[in-house]
């Protein structure tokens, strides 16, 4: 009885380590064609990292061309110009073109309503004096001291005058500057 017992015993024992065998190896196959999955797929991405082109050349410079370019933008407009030295400018160029220009109105600097960050002088002026002059007054305010101004009217009507020599004119004269303050207004 004793072998007997010893018998069942060890054919329990078998069964017991053939079912853990078997839950071991099938815990194992399954295991296995994950992983040869995730080896396909590590084939794939790496075959396709391979076909994919390297960065375009020159992508340093045109980073470094493009900065400069906005920092040429954000410089295009003066910081911090002040309306009466705006006025003073215009008047001693006018006299020294030999114009006499008396502003007639001005309005505050107010942000403008295309952009952020700059703002906009508006002068009216009425200029007379000779055309020659007068022409030249044009031009130097357009390239003199300050880049951003810009004409927006310009009428200008000939004075009857005695003397034949030189025309004699007066100009209506809208002008607009911007800038970019960087103080509270």
Do not use: H
């Not at 590590?42 to 900065?67: F, H, N, R, W, Y």
């Not at 002068?123 to 055309?131: E, K, M, P, T």
């Amino acid at each position: 009885m004793k072998s007997k017992s010893i018998i069942t015993s060890l054919i329990i024992a078998l069964v017991v380590l053939l079912a853990v065998n078997c839950f071991l190896g099938m815990d194992y196959l399954r295991q296995r064609q994950k992983n040869e999955v995730l080896a396909s797929q590590i084939t794939e991405v790496s075959q396709t990292l391979a076909d994919t082109p390297g960065p375009p050349q020159g992508l340093e410079q045109k980073l470094a061309e493009a900065e400069a370019g906005l920092a040429d933008a954000q410089n295009a407009l003066p910081r911090d110009i002040n309306g009466t030295r705006v006025i003073n400018a215009i008047l001693k160029l006018a006299d020294a073109c030999e114009v006499k220009a008396i502003p007639l109105s001005t309005r505050p600097w107010t942000a403008d309503n295309i952009g952020k960050g700059y703002y906009v002088f508006r002068i009216n002026l009425a200029v007379s004096g000779r055309f020659p002059q007068l022409n030249s007054f044009v031009s130097k305010l357009k390239n003199g001291e300050f880049e951003s101004i810009v004409v927006e009217s310009l009428s200008v009507s000939r004075v009857p005058t005695s003397s034949g020599d030189t025309v004699s004119v007066t100009a209506s004269l809208g002008l607009t500057i911007y800038t970019r303050f960087t103080s509270a207004m």
